[in-house]
């Protein structure tokens, strides 16, 4: 089985799109959407629900007990998310990490850690394949906990179908959930842009897939928006033994299709459709299972 | 006041946005809170004076001692911590250096060192913007580190433009946990929509007022405008989808310095956010 995950560093490059028509044109795989926070890949399909989990993630120090006012909590916490413990102790939230280390140091027992279901995961059937999916509660931690438990899922269900291909859909950026989304892939394929931004990220990122040591492809989006930037691209890869997988063309006809919930590959006109069908058939050898 | 540019969906135009807002404005500061893909200094082209690494703590673990660590790898919540026999297994990038295997640890034998995780570059843009940018470590996942130590920079006085990470997730949501305001950047696109829709849900429960911008106004569909219109929502502005802006953002030119006529609408939104938003 192969494993190949689509990354970009910056957003909005064309991930999803180029996913979903992935879907469309592979065989006897399983695609998972590794986007817990913002997932957009079962847009483009009728998700018929299989299955559906609760997420038990993280957890939150609360003040449960009677607090003493001693204030060693707020001393020891390292993420300043207790204050006011001499007097009013008030936890916030959104810096508490969860350690447990104000729980441990406090000597009355007044603080407890509590764990919150922090979003749900799915398995779908979307007519082409099986998708597994995920929904993180807004602002919750934990999104690599919940992107390891949906891979894991997905190579359940590869082994138990025999699916040979796994494909997944990255979030931007590069941290916490890019590489949760990386970890032990056979493949990463980078998607960018001719853009200043696009430049910076598509490095950064091809940064993150080098430390993990995955072998990437890197197909530039829109390339000629700025062909100079195109060939700055291309160049990078050249010299850092990069496989150059594709070039996309701007097309005003992806959005339209988007919209209509159409597959651009399906059409013949368009450029950008063609191209992503060459760019399926230039990876699809190496996601063959021998 | 504190105004975030955020998103649920990423590569709508946060960065040209909140760009525009500081280059049209001035005298303000610029923090470019998307510390895993920081990309607003290629537009305000700051000079940058200051550099401040950022580190975190992490422990190592004396095991020459002979020591048992076998209570920190239970204590350990994020699982960063595993003993076998006299072996003990440590995964940096669980860690978040909450120190927790030091106080449960056998006395004397868990050191702490720093380690760095990124860094916080800081300097001055034209019209007098105050710039600071995060740059998370490649490889590394600590993204809220950077952004904290970003919190302790920020002049409470001036107007402050934050550019924030994409998602709903704990990043955006720490990004925008101080703000008096929140222009939500996206695209008339299903994913534009859905994202949209995400954002707007997380910004509600934190009680934060926001406004929404559509961007490359002309793809895609009408149902964010019809979302919006239904829901009461603000929209503050629509950018056209132009390939003259599109090629020059390709260049590290913001939509300002292309068409300086933007500047009026970008001045505008932030007369109506200090006059009658917050």
């Known amino acids: 089985m192969k494993q190949i995950t689509i990354i970009s560093g910056k957003g909005g490059t064309g991930k999803t799109t180029i996913a979903s028509n992935f879907i469309k044109l592979a065989s006897n795989h399983i695609a998972v959407d590794c986007d817990v926070d913002a997932s957009n890949l079962h847009i483009m399909f009728e998700p018929e629900l299989r299955k559906k989990e609760e997420f038990i993630g993280g957890a939150v120090a609360r003040v449960t007990g009677d607090c003493i006012n001693c204030g060693k909590c707020e001393e020891a916490c390292r993420f300043d998310a207790i204050s006011g413990s001499k007097t009013d102790i008030k936890i916030d939230l959104i810096r508490c990490e969860g350690c447990g280390v104000c729980e441990y140091v406090c000597p009355v027992s007044a603080i407890e850690l509590e764990s919150d279901c922090q979003g749900n995961y799915f398995v779908s059937d979307i007519g082409y394949c099986t998708l597994v999916h995920a929904r993180l509660k807004p602002g919750a931690e934990n999104s690599g906990l919940l992107i390891t438990r949906i891979r894991n899922l997905a190579e359940d269900l590869a082994i138990n179908n025999g699916n040979d291909l796994i494909l997944i859909d990255g979030a931007p950026g590069i941290g916490c959930p890019v590489i949760s989304s990386l970890a032990g892939v056979d493949y990463a394929l980078i998607i960018t842009e001719p853009t200043v931004s696009g430049i910076s990220d598509f490095k950064r990122v091809y940064e993150v897939a080098k430390f993990l040591d995955i072998k990437a492809f890197v197909c530039v989006n829109k390339y000629d928006l700025n062909v100079e930037n195109t060939e700055k691209i291309e160049d990078f890869c050249l010299k850092n033994d990069i496989r150059l997988a594709g070039r996309i063309p701007y097309d005003d006809r992806v959005p339209l299709y988007l919209s209509n919930r159409k597959f651009i590959t399906e059409d013949a006109e368009s450029g950008a459709g063609r191209e992503i069908i060459n760019l399926w058939k230039t990876l699809s050898p190496y996601l063959k299972t021998s | 006041m504190i105004i975030s540019v955020a998103s649920g969906k990423g590569g709508t135009g946060k960065t040209t946005v909140a760009v525009s807002l500081a280059m049209a404005r001035g005298y303000c500061n610029f923090m470019d809170y998307d510390v895993e893909a920081p990309n607003a200094s290629f537009f305000l082209k700051p000079d940058i004076k200051n550099e401040q690494t950022v580190t975190m703590k992490q422990p190592y673990f004396l095991t020459e001692t002979g020591a048992d660590f076998k209570k920190c790898a239970e204590f350990c919540h994020f699982n960063a911590v595993a003993v076998a ?69 920020i002049e409470h006085d001036k107007i402050v433009i934050i550019d924030c990470p994409p998602g709903t997730s704990c990043p955006m949501v720490f990004s925008l946990k101080d703000s008096d305001y929140c222009v939500l950047v996206t695209e008339p696109t299903p994913y534009g929509l859905n994202d949209l829709d995400l954002s707007i849900e997380v910004l509600k429960s934190m009680k934060i007022p926001y406004g929404v911008i559509i961007n490359r106004d002309g793809i895609g569909d009408g149902k964010v405008e019809e979302y919006c219109n239904k829901n009461n929502i603000k929209i503050l502005l629509k950018i056209p989808n132009d390939m003259g802006i599109a090629r020059n953002y390709s260049r590290g030119v913001s939509l300002v310095e292309y068409d300086n006529s933007w500047a009026g609408k970008f001045n505008k939104i932030l007369d109506f956010i200090e006059k009658e938003a917050v």
């Not at chain 2, 990124?118 to 809220?144: E, V």
């Open chain 2, 85 to 153: 026999g006299k072996e003990v297994i440590f995964f940096p990038e669980l860690c978040h250096g909450c120190g927790g295997c030091l106080l449960v640890g056998p006395e004397g034998s868990v050191m702490e060192k720093d380690v760095e995780v990124g860094k916080i570059r800081k300097g001055k843009a034209d019209p007098g913007i105050s710039f600071f940018m995060g740059d998370l470590k490649p490889g590394y996942m600590r993204t809220i580190t950077i952004q904290s130590e970003m919190d302790k920079l």
